[in-house]
């Protein structure tokens, strides 16, 4: 059994949250920290710690869980205030595409490949 623990949660801006909250009808905010709660959780449903695994590779990914919670907390934190500073439809204009966000989800899924990647180069041949 290995000692290692990955990170259990992650924290955003509240006070960025709270500001969203109010410029939205539906909670923007809240409703951001709930996909970055469950973007934060894919991490270690794809990469479980168990027996199998040598102690190299465990230490490999609990540094790189470090590094998404930094990367995932930074990127939803981004997006909560974008939201914070975003203008309702009803008050601007319809055409609110947000590149940003496709580019977000992009940039996390190279991050999980190259994880998946060493750890199988990592992975000793029986």
């Known amino acids: 059994m290995y000692s290692y623990m990955y990170i259990q ?7 960025a949250i709270a500001i969203a909250n109010n410029s939205s009808y539906f909670n923007a ?32 990914l609990v540094s790189r869980q470090a590094e998404w919670a930094k990367l995932v907390t930074q ?3 981004d997006i909560v205030r974008r939201r914070m500073a975003w203008v309702p439809v009803t008050v601007a204009d319809p055409a609110g595409y947000n590149p940003n966000k496709i580019a977000l989800h992009v940039k996390l899924k190279r991050f999980l490949t190259h994880t998946r ?10």
Do not use: C, W
């Open 9 to 15: 949660n992650i924290a955003l801006d509240e006070n």
């Open 29 to 60: 905010g809240t409703e951001r920290t709930k996909e970055a709660k469950d973007e934060f959780k894919k991490f270690a449903e794809l990469f479980p710690i168990h027996g199998e695994l040598t102690v190299e590779q465990v230490s490999y």
């Open 75 to 77: 990127a939803y934190n």
């Open 117 to 126: 990647k060493t750890l199988k180069k990592m992975t000793p041949l029986t």
